[in-house]
């Protein structure tokens, strides 16, 4: 059948199939990626770096194989031999249906699966085009059964090793006799998995889609061996070495914060990298990572427990100034609009902990400056804040400006407390909130130690590398596979679709894919990596290797799942684990509600799409 007079729809095609290639590396490249750089072990812009280059790989070697599920598993492309032109439509429809949703989705901060905007995508323009006759609903049973088998399978799995890893790591006075040993072990998975998972999906430019079962197990059982080898007599001397070097630093960093080398007198202490803060004598700590060049730096998650029970006492706090001033409400909403108004949850912390909002400023007037902590104990201790809107560019440098606050305090002689519902009671003799430093301790729990850190560092980075390599061979396809039944229907002018995937198709998608990593990426990166439960090195190598073998045993004796809904699973058990306060189940019910939409909305954008073709063009061409 010759259908020159349909070029324009290929051209269309290609356009649409890159913005689709955009979507998918907007978001589903953040399930590779995203605990990864939630945990620091990699820069966003390393994450891209790498990401690109495994995605791209992934989707050239791997990706021709999977297509062809994309191209021919979802509908019967046979109804479709004497009305060739809307096959070539729905092509483009469904295009245009998944990219529209994942777009949204991303913007969202939201992550979603690929594979099933495409499938309801598919589904969509194909109930336009000849209702439900040709649709394998099977493959949208199984859609539906993967919301809930692949994040509870996931969860469980990463759940259990990461048990294991705290039992016999993360909670031993001494983690790097054990984390050691344990080296050879975790690397020989991580490669192990992943080899087998290659060679079983089969790559066909590598020539490996022949290889027998048998081979694929004697290939990966070798090659985990040398690997758990090469780690043993290479790798574990190495990071012995390195991890002594580090404690060395934390150990001279301590010496000089004893109150003896410190100059104001202030005492510090550095158990587990944890910088308590003098203020509160201990009772409020700064939660700190050290980088392996032994910088301290520090982070409080906006949704852990410690910051929503600070949101709490500052609206209390609210509450109880609108009490007491009566008529005179105004000046208690003006600091409380104050405080939203500097629009960060260390002005918060500041608030309640009686610790300005930016470096000390001692005022004479009331009207210069405006009272943010009550008065308790018969006598003043409030503290002067300038209404000038400030804000630190990291919670860092806030800690760097409260330590200056502090020296300032200690030598102007201003006197500075914490509010009065840290101590047990409020002033109603209502139960408080439970108090900040067993908060603090919870929040210091999710904390990996140096040597932790280090030991679980490039581990982590492995996993998801090998995760981008996987999702680009996967994913990929999404994006890719409506183009290539597009552009194969053009060039055989018929429905069959025999030839093998063009690898300049491949390579287009993994452009795009790369693309929308680039200029959008960061947005679901952040929810997987920051929002949704803070993650350390160790939390995000569980949730990777747990996921990519919940998705290799699942995929392989017929269980349905998705890699976006193992990653959250993961996150999830994890951080539910780690601290029951850290997960935002707020966010949780939005990704799962994006889950059960995603089908039935990317099928009506696609359905609508389809009714403008066959209703509207293709009449009239």
Known sequence: MDLTPYLWMVILGFIIAFILAFSVGANDVANSFGTAVGSGVVTLKQACILASIFETLGSMLLGAKVGETIRKGIIDVNLY???VPVLMAGEVSAMVGSAVWQLIASFLKLPISGTHCIVGATIGFSMVAIGTKGV????????VSSWFISPLLSGLMSGFLFLLIRHFILRKDDSVPNGLRALPLFYATTIGINTFSILYTGAPLLGLEMLPVWAIFLITLAESLICAALVWFIVCPWMR???AKTLKKCAAIEYYLTPKHCASGRTHSMTNGCLKSPISNGSFSFDGHMRSDGQVYHTVHKDSGLYKDLLHKIHLGRMDDTDRSGSNAGPADNNYRLLRRNNSYTCYTAAICGMPVQPLI?????????KLVGEGGGRSNSVSYSKKRVRYDSYSSYCNAVAEAEIEAEEGGVEMKLATELEGVDEEGAPAPVPLDDLAEEEHEEKDKPEVFLLFHFLQILTACFGSFAHGGNDVSNAIGPLVALWMIYE??????DAATPIWLLLYGGVGI???????????????GKDLTPITPSSGFTIELASALTVVLASNIGIPVSTTHCKVGSVVAVGWIRSQKAVDWHLFRNIFLAWFVTVPVAGLFSAAVMALFVYGILPYV
Request: hydrophobic share 35%; proline share 0%.
């Open 362 to 370: 001692r005022t004479e007037s009331r009207d210069d400056s405006e």
């Open 514 to 528: 790369c693309a929308g990593l680039w200029v959008w990426g960061r947005r679901v990166i952040q929810t997987m």
């Open 492 to 497: 055989q002018g018929g429905v069959m679709q």
């Open 241 to 243: 070495r390195k991890i």
């Open 81 to 83: 031999n004497e009305t």
């Open 136 to 143: 394998q609903w099977m493959e949208l049973v199984k859609i």
